[in-house]
């Protein structure tokens, strides 16, 4: 059993450092709010263990966790964590970036087994029924009760027993290597949080002229900006639905403030022509701009099949070349895992253009699409 430590204070971060430094292998996870009870993205708790010690660490308490930033970079230890990555991408926008990473979900899906996510692998493998009540508590109030800290630490030291579990299994199956380059993959790529600029769905864009796209990317972006103001997600201050309506003239700017969904300052004198100068100023720059409010239609080459052409063309594609594929995969690791190797998506990808079968980083993925293409004689040369 780990001796559970919460730490509050930067002197006794050090100590744990310290600690975690000694160990060959840690585990790790992150509790945030993403934009469910405050706006943005915003790290709330980190627990990191050693078989032995967990440690729950309070990052609204210690603003300076450059010391354990600093271990997730340098330390050679292997980093344990379950499907890490939302953690990734928060951990990445604060500029550290752990190497050495081990997702025991990747043992989980090549291992084929349906049903991957932490509480239930740990109920297979190990026998140990998760409490899941406080997943979705609001993790940036504080003082957190003693059921939320054991509930953190439950999600680090049993990461221990189950790789080890998964590992027995991989070896067993002779896919070891296969895990190890997704662990390699994994540790090596960056993630990026896009700038929230553009709030357009694809529909929008095909659909709406420039002239519209510019005025409801503007509105979804002045809701975004008071959000900001008050620290609440998007979807507090006005209900996507209401943007829509009023870029669409259905509601008046006179009857927002008292819309069903609508945030309660917004309610507050002054609001109103808040929007009204908002809304002038929108449409002043679209006409400053020369948009056009016709809906631009892509003109044809002459013998250039259209969307419908197209689609028929990449489905063929997938019923006579990938799909088979993908069954070979799947007759030889299982269907879970062929999702790994050759996903829906990656086929897509492929049939467009976006990614060469060539350019897939895991070795041994471009591995099995080659033996199962000349096992079924079939050329994927065009997307080599």
């Known amino acids: 059993m780990s001796q559970i430590h919460y730490i509050s204070l930067a002197a006794d971060l050090a100590k744990a450092v310290r600690v975690l430094s000694a160990a060959p292998v840690i585990a790790f996870d992150l509790e945030f709010d993403r934009d469910r009870f405050s706006y943005g993205f915003r790290l709330c708790l980190l627990q990191v263990a050693t078989p032995s010690d967990c440690f729950i660490i309070d990052p609204l308490a210690i603003k300076d966790l450059q010391p354990l930033y600093q271990f997730f ?14 953690d990734l991408r928060l951990l990445h926008s604060l500029q550290c970036y752990p190497t050495h990473l081990c997702d ?3 043992y989980a899906k090549l291992l084929n087994y349906e049903q991957t996510s932490l ?17 979705t508590s609001n993790w ?14 439950d999600d680090v030291i049993h990461l221990f027993g189950l790789e080890e579990e998964l590992r027995k299994e991989a070896n067993a199956k002779g ?12 540790s090596q790529t960056r993630y990026q949080l896009e700038p929230k600029t553009d709030f357009l769905k694809k529909s929008d864009r095909l659909y709406l002229s420039p002239y519209d796209q510019f005025v409801l990317n503007q509105l979804f972006k002045l809701r975004d900006q008071l959000a900001q103001r008050f620290n609440k997600p998007a979807h507090y201050i006005m209900p996507e639905a209401l943007v829509r309506d009023l870029w669409a003239e259905k509601v008046a700017i006179k009857e927002l403030c008292a819309s069903p969904g609508i945030y309660p300052a917004l309610r507050k004198p002054g609001m109103q022509q808040e929007w009204e100068r908002a809304w002038k100023q929108i449409h002043e720059a679209a006409r400053q701009q020369g948009l056009s409010k016709k809906r631009q239609r892509k003109e044809l080459a002459p013998g250039e099949p259209n969307g419908y052409q197209r689609r028929e063309s990449a489905e063929a ?28 998506g990656a086929v897509s990808d492929i049939i467009q253009g976006d990614l060469k079968i060539s350019a897939i980083r895991q070795p041994y993925r471009r591995q099995l699409i080659t033996e199962a293409a000349e096992a079924l004689r079939i050329s994927v040369q065009a997307w080599w």
């Open 140 to 153: 940036a109030k504080r003082p957190l009760v003693e059921d939320q800290i054991l509930y953190a630490a």
């Open 73 to 86: 970079e340098t330390s050679t230890a292997r980093k344990l964590a379950h499907c890490p990555g939302e």
């Open 104 to 106: 025991t979900e990747i």
């Open 175 to 186: 896919i070891q290597a296969y895990i190890d380059e997704e662990q390699e993959v994994l």
């Open 317 to 344: 594609v997938k019923k006579e070349i990938f799909a088979p594929i993908q069954k070979w995969i799947a007759e030889r690791l299982g269907e879970q895992a062929m999702r790994v190797v050759l996903s829906s």
């Open 119 to 135: 509480s239930n692998m740990l109920l297979q493998k190990c026998g140990v029924a998760l409490n899941k009540r406080w997943q």
